[in-house]
């Protein structure tokens, strides 16, 4: 099972410009940063045409000399949009700059179930591959919908420290807060890859590998 993290941010600004002359300023109380999140389950495309040379190759070569015969692969991504507002005033070159908003989007795209060509469908062989890794289908998914309600409470959590600023920049000063955004998510994707090796881990190991070939006799 293969899951590297992929991490994309994108950037929005809401201008909003006010018009009193006197110099800008920020409100001394604002409203809660929103945050939305979407979860994107897996949806696995089974390829019956891997070589054993290329499981190997994608999964690494194993030190106790076992093969490989099947092999997930998938990507852990989160997309990650920052919304801003942006308060200015007629005669001043600054502008007061503030976090409004974070849309996320998270979960797994380009899921790819691998199986060994030399086990076809209908053998016990297949069979017995093709449970196995959907069981890491089965873990991402589930796992990965779990992390909705924690996901959009550590954000919002987490974003609520970002202060607002005035700025004479605020294109550059949205680009640091927003950078200050995707740090946070990085710490999350880096803990959900935690979360989800260790789950992985739990099905594969040799006792259970044993366990899976002794159902068939043709390996």
């Not at 929005?12 to 994107?40: G, Q, R």
């Not at 076992?66 to 308060?87: D, E, N």
């Not at 017995?128 to 550590?154: A, D, L, R, T």
């Amino acid at each position: 099972m293969k899951y590297p993290g992929l991490l994309l941010i994108g950037l929005f600004s809401n201008m909003l410009w006010l018009s009193p002359l006197w110099a800008v300023s920020c409100p001394t109380s604002l409203p809660a940063v929103e945050v939305s999140v979407k979860f994107v389950k897996a949806t696995p495309n089974v390829n019956n045409q891997a070589t054993q040379r290329r499981l190997s190759r994608k999964s690494g070569r194993k030190k106790d000399g076992s093969m490989t015969l099947g092999l997930t692969q998938s990507g852990l991504y989160i997309k990650v949009l920052s919304t801003f507002s942006v308060r200015s005033s007629k005669g001043d070159d600054k502008s007061c700059v503030n976090l409004q908003g974070v849309q996320v989007e998270y979960g797994f795209k380009k899921t790819a179930v691998l199986i060994d060509k030399h086990y076809r469908p209908g053998s016990c062989e297949y069979d017995v591959i093709y449970k196995h890794e959907f069981q890491h289908v089965y873990i991402m998914n589930s796992k990965g919908k779990s992390y909705y309600p924690w996901i959009k409470h550590e954000l919002a959590k987490r974003v609520a420290h970002i202060k607002q600023r005035i700025s004479k920049r605020p294109r550059r000063t949205q680009r640091k807060m927003s950078a200050q955004v995707k740090k946070v998510a990085q710490g999350l994707v880096k803990q959900m890859n935690n979360s989800l090796s260790a789950a992985h881990g739990v099905i594969d190991t040799p006792e259970n590998y044993r366990r899976t070939q002794e159902l068939c006799s043709n390996w």
